[in-house]
């Protein structure tokens, strides 16, 4: 739980290749004042990204957890919020987000960690392997938002960040 000024941590999970370090670095980049420190990469597990001067008033660090299972199991004791993501193109890869879900739900079983289930690549269209209503669905079973987006030509990337900290907001007034 975020207490005082602690930071929260939003993790970004998901398969290889559905897009959490074109996202961590959209984050980064988009961030003024970014320099090398604050981006950080511990033992090649994770990528943290403290973004100094998000559209926020606190910072935020990001954290990428790669398919490893040391990284998963501490991301999902250690963040405040998660991004769940899959690959509009790789019907594997919405599968392995309803695992992680899953496993996600056990480590946290009070209803009120903020997750979003993001369904990127969606530029790829004629790739297509997971219908928009299938996602949708999805995330209604397990009780999360659901937004589409594209790393590659920035489209929403920011608005499933902002429906985090919406949701973070809610969360934190609610007490
Ligand atoms: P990660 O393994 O989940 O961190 O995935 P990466 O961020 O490394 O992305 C894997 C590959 O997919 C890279 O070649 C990215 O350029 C590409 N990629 C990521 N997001 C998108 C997207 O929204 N659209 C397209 N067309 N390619 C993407």
């Known amino acids: 739980e975020p207490t005082g000024g602690s930071p929260i941590r939003v993790v970004l999970l998901g398969a290889n290749g559905v897009g959490k370090k074109s ?3 959209i984050f980064a980049g988009a961030s003024d004042g970014m320099d090398s420190e604050d981006c950080e990469l511990y033992g090649g597990e994770r990528m943290l990204v403290t973004m100094a001067a ?4 606190f910072p ?13 199991e501490h991301s999902m004791q250690t963040g405040d919020a998660y991004l769940l993501l899959y690959s509009i193109t790789d019907r594997a890869s ?3 987000a309803s695992e992680l879900r899953i496993t996600l739900r056990r480590h946290r079983p009070a209803q009120h960690t903020p997750i979003i289930l993001v369904g990127n690549k969606c530029d790829l269209v004629r790739c297509r392997e997971v219908s928009v209503s299938e996602g949708r669905a999805c995330a209604a079973v397990f ?7 594209s790393a590659a030509m ?9 429906g985090i900290v919406r949701q973070l907001r809610l969360r934190r007034d609610s007490k």
């Open 154 to 162: 920035q489209h929403n990337v920011w608005e499933a960040f902002h």
């Open 94 to 96: 919405f599968l392995r």
């Open 143 to 149: 009780d999360c938002k659901f937004i589409e987006t």
């Open 54 to 57: 998000s559209p926020v008033d």
């Open 60 to 72: 935020i660090p990001i954290t990428v957890a790669l398919e490893d299972e040391w990284a998963l």
């Open 23 to 25: 996202f961590a670095s």
